[in-house]
């Protein structure tokens, strides 16, 4: 059974960066549409940011939108979401995730798998 794996997480002071990684395994991350999602305990989800690997169109939240940056390294199948200028509203806990449709504002509706997720947390 193949899985995701989510690593990078952890403390950073508001307006530093980090960068999460996303490693498939057990399958190739060639699905039409992969990304990021956050969830802050007691609060719904948020697709954050996806990609579509066909033709490298990219979707961004308004909340982190000129701030966050998706890519993807197919020979690793990995992808990557580098976080820059980060603020205290950016804790949670962030999950990769694929589903088999072309990334936008919905793809996040029809996510079929994510990883355990990797907490980041912003405080001075």
């Known amino acids: 059974q193949g899985q995701l794996v989510e690593s990078g997480g952890g403390l950073v002071q508001p307006g530093g960066s980090l960068r999460l990684s996303c490693t498939a395994s057990g399958f190739a991350l060639d699905y039409y549409g992969i990304g990021w999602f956050r969830q802050i305990p007691g609060k719904e989800r948020e697709g954050i940011s996806c990609l579509t690997t066909a033709d490298g169109t990219t979707y961004y939240a308004d909340s982190v939108k000129g701030r966050f940056t998706i890519s993807r390294e197919s020979g690793k199948n990995t992808m990557y979401l580098e976080m820059n200028n980060l603020k205290s509203e950016d804790t949670a806990v962030y999950y990769c995730?694929?589903?088999?449709?072309?990334?936008?504002?919905?793809?996040?509706?029809?996510?079929?798998?994510w990883g355990q997720g990797t907490l980041v947390t912003v405080s001075s």
């Open positions: 995730a694929t589903a088999d449709v072309k990334c936008g504002v919905n793809w996040f509706k029809y996510l079929e798998n």
